[in-house]
């Protein structure tokens, strides 16, 4: 089974203050991706990553950044935490034959 | 740019009766489609997805999809709904012709089963 683990599954922050999310993989997965899920929003693609050292920007990069330096995790980056970045994050890898995508539990941050 | 819509926020049905969740997008070529679930407090897992072939896809715990090009629909169907059934379930449109393969989800349908 694929398995994609989000270190922090509940995260308080303080306005200002620099958040790592982390995401691991245990697939070999190239494709690996960062949404937020707010209520009545859906998913939103914030970044992705088809490769180590590469990345993207998805429909709402705006105040987050993400490093992949090796294949297996792909982090996420919030520099100054507003509080706007309130949300549920989550992590996928997608299967390069069906498209399919796999979703870690999710990290739901506050940010105070 | 590809898009999603589900036009039902929420839907209410009665446990046994009949389920139908529409989704509508927007992709220039053939798309990858999928219908994902979330049960409250979990994760998102994949009920079925089409591809390529019939149009008539199955999926898990009896739900099935038709995707339809003249209508640009993949809509999602249960013929008789139980009351583990209540989630929130997303529609996704995934491209077929890039190597990133982003997927674009629509804002989701809460579904309600009242007993």
């Known amino acids: 089974d694929v398995k994609v683990t989000q270190s922090s599954r509940y995260l308080v922050k303080r306005t200002g203050e620099k958040v790592f999310l982390e995401c691991v993989q245990d697939m070999d997965h190239e494709n690996m991706f960062w949404y937020r899920q707010d209520p009545g929003l859906g998913l939103r693609l914030i970044y992705f990553?088809?490769?180590?050292?590469?990345?993207e920007k998805g429909d709402i990069p705006e105040g987050y950044s993400v490093s992949r330096e090796k294949k297996e995790r792909f982090s996420l980056i919030l520099e100054s935490a507003s509080t706007n970045q309130t949300s549920m994050y989550l992590c996928?890898?997608?299967?390069?034959?069906?498209?399919?995508?796999?979703f870690g539990e999710g990290s739901r941050l506050t940010v105070l | 740019a590809q898009s999603v819509t589900q036009p039902d926020i929420h839907i209410t049905v009665s446990e046994g009766a009949s389920l139908e969740l529409r989704c509508n997008y927007s992709?220039?070529?053939?798309?990858?489609l999928f219908w994902y679930v979330q049960s409250p407090g979990q994760g998102l897992q994949l009920l079925l997805k089409y591809f390529s072939g019939d149009t008539l896809v199955q999926g898990i715990k009896g739900f099935e999809a038709e995707f339809k090009r003249s209508q640009s629909s993949f809509n999602l169907r249960k013929p008789s709904v139980h009351w583990s059934d209540a989630a929130e379930y997303f529609c996704a449109v995934g491209e077929s012709n890039t190597n990133a393969g982003k997927s674009t989800f629509g804002d989701g349908t809460t579904l309600t089963v009242k007993p």
């Open positions: 996928a890898i997608r299967d390069l034959n069906t498209g399919e995508l796999f």
């Open positions: 990553s088809y490769d180590v050292k590469m990345k």
């Open positions: 992709y220039g070529a053939t798309p990858y």
